[in-house]
């Protein structure tokens, strides 16, 4: 499952929020990274997250921002990159 977030990606992930400060983990995420949280283990010292190790859980929710069509269209158009760093 982990393996959806991170094939044929173009852009790296950020570690951000206090979960990820809790956990140590800053810069980009990485694969190896990643997967041990699916896995319910800690990226750096593999000890399990939680003490239940159920293998039929949800590891976490997806939700998408997305900016309007029309601004989507007007980068393609422009390459402005000052659209990007409003992101």
């Known amino acids: 499952m982990a393996d959806y977030y991170t094939e044929g990606q173009e852009l790296a992930g950020i570690w951000r929020g206090k979960g990820a400060v809790r956990l140590g ?16 283990r800690h990226p750096v010292t593999d000890k399990a997250l939680t003490p239940r190790r159920k293998q039929e859980r949800r590891v976490g929710y997806d939700f998408n921002f997305h ?3 029309s601004v989507s269209l007007l980068y393609s158009l422009t390459k402005d990159e000052r659209m990007l760093k409003r992101i």
Do not use: F
């Not at 800053?26 to 990274?33: F, L, M, P, R, Y």
């Open 25 to 40: 983990l800053i810069g980009t995420v990485g694969k190896e990274a990643w997967d041990a949280l699916c896995d319910n």
């Open 67 to 69: 900016v309007p069509k």
